[in-house]
């Protein structure tokens, strides 16, 4: 049975897409790259080096101009995020948060971002977490399994006793590649092959969620 959960954390818990937007929109007018709103959609759960290339798109860079690139849109999102709160924090996580806890089922993060320990404070929820696996913890970014398969194996859980819940179909992805139940919030275009799929955490229940998981086998 499912003993612990894995949390993705831009689009889940909280909106840093917005930040992440804003950071790369400046970095974009400054180089003259097109770029909008829209275009930032797909960069959902992606990698910031990733994310970087598809902004730049056929254009030549240098290795050194990409890296120079990289962190000065982390910079300016670093300097976004300071101004995060609890009240960042997405409807429902918390009553799920402690559900879980009650539950005695193991709680971790699995995101791509290399901030998510800033942030997870800034939320005021980074004691909750037993594991926090972030941009640092892998080399593959997902849709390879291997960050949530580093989540599970520092819970000392077996991958199939584990949920990870996502709103990027590269999440959905990896979660399924690493062998473990999905998650997927948003619309079913987008995360529409993970075992159950709704909205977004707000009034979700874990016994719901879990009796939704078992009949799903
Ligand atoms: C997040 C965001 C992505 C971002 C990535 C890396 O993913 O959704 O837009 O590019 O992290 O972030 P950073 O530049 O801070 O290392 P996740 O996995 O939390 O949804
Ligand atoms: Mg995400």
Same mark, same amino acid.
């Given at each position: ?7 993705? $954390? ?11 937007? $804003?950071?790369? !929109?400046?970095?974009?007018? *400054? %180089? ?8 930032? *959609? ?13 902004? +730049?798109?056929? &254009? ?6 990409? !890296? ?5 849109? #982390? ?39 290399? #901030? ?5 404070? &800034? ?8 594991? +926090? ?19 599970? !194996? ?11 819940? *996502? ?5 959905? *992805? ?14 079913? %275009? ?17 016994? %719901?969620?879990?009796?939704? $998981?078992?009949?799903? !086998?």
């Amino acid at each position: 049975d499912i003993r612990g959960v894995i949390f993705d $954390l831009d689009g889940v818990l909280t909106d840093t897409a917005e930040y992440h937007y $804003l950071g790369w !929109q400046k970095l974009a007018d *400054e %180089e003259g790259l097109p770029f909008n709103r829209e275009a930032n *959609e797909d960069l959902r759960g992606v990698s910031r080096r990733e994310s970087l290339l598809k902004i +730049v798109g056929k &254009k030549q860079y240098s290795e050194k101009q990409l !890296q120079e690139m990289m962190d000065r849109k #982390n910079r300016y999102y670093v300097d976004f995020i300071q101004t995060m709160t609890p009240g960042d924090l997405l409807p429902g996580t918390i009553a799920l948060l402690d559900e879980l806890k009650q539950a005695g089922i193991k709680i971790a993060l699995g995101s791509a971002s290399k #901030n998510a320990q800033t942030v997870l404070e &800034k939320l005021g929820i980074a004691d909750r977490f037993d594991v +926090v696996a972030d941009g640092y913890s892998v080399q593959q970014p997902k849709p390879a399994p291997d960050l949530f398969l580093f989540a599970a !194996q520092h819970l000392g859980l077996k991958p199939e006793q584990c949920v990870v819940v *996502e709103d990027a179909a590269a999440g959905i *992805e990896a979660a399924l590649a690493a062998g473990m139940y999905a998650i997927g919030l948003g619309p079913s %275009e987008r995360v529409g092959s993970a075992h159950v799929v709704l909205p977004n955490l707000a009034g979700v229940h874990w016994t %719901e969620l879990r009796d939704k $998981l078992s009949n799903d !086998q």
